[in-house]
Structure formats: C-alpha cells, structure tokens
C-alpha cells in the first residue's frame, strides 16, 4: 500500500469531496409552507398548494406553481376530481 497520493489522485479525492459538499447541501425533506400566493419566495424543498395540487419547488423561484413553469415546480400531487375551490 502506497503512503503517499500522486497528483492524479489527490485530483480524484478533491472531485469527490465536492460531490459530498454539494449533496450535503440538498435540502433534506419537504418544508410545507401552505397555500401559495403571488409574490411568495420558494426554495428547493418548499412544497405549496396551489388549486388544490401539492407543488414541490426544485429551486429558489417567486413563479406560480403549474406545468408551464416545470423548471422550478414539480408535481407532488394532483387535486381529486371533488376539488373545490375555497
């Protein structure tokens, strides 16, 4: 067994301690924040209703969760079909 890492090594360690940091970093969990309104801030792992569908934001994003802004909403579940609006 080696004592020593060559360059190409320590290149690969510092590669995969990145790769830890970064998914160290994911938001762990869903954070409900309730009813989505206008305006309303969402960071990755913020889940919202919205029309009676539950939203998962994927990133940091003031857009109104729904299928056009699928970059930064992803569908957790969709309204039955006895939804009322309130």
Same mark, same amino acid.
């Given at each position: 067994? &080696? $004592? =020593?890492?060559d360059? @190409?090594g320590?290149?690969e360690?510092g590669?995969?301690?990145? %790769?830890?940091?970064a #998914?160290? *970093? %994911?938001?762990?969990? #869903?954070? +409900?924040?309730g +009813?989505? %309104?206008?305006?309303m801030k &969402? @960071?990755? !792992? $913020?889940?919202? @209703?919205?029309?009676g *569908?539950l939203w998962?934001?994927? =990133?940091?994003?003031? &857009?109104?969760?729904c299928?056009e802004? &699928?970059n $930064?909403?992803? #569908? !957790?579940?969709? %309204?039955? =079909?006895d939804? =009322?609006? @309130?």
């Amino acid at each position: 067994m &080696a $004592d =020593r890492v060559d360059a @190409t090594g320590f290149d690969e360690l510092g590669k995969a301690f990145e %790769r830890i940091d970064a #998914l160290e *970093s %994911r938001p762990q969990g #869903l954070n +409900y924040r309730g +009813y989505w %309104r206008p305006g309303m801030k &969402a @960071t990755a !792992g $913020d889940a919202m @209703t919205e029309q009676g *569908s539950l939203w998962i934001a994927l =990133r940091e994003t003031t &857009a109104k969760p729904c299928i056009e802004n &699928a970059n $930064d909403w992803c #569908l !957790g579940a969709r %309204r039955g =079909r006895d939804y =009322r609006p @309130t």
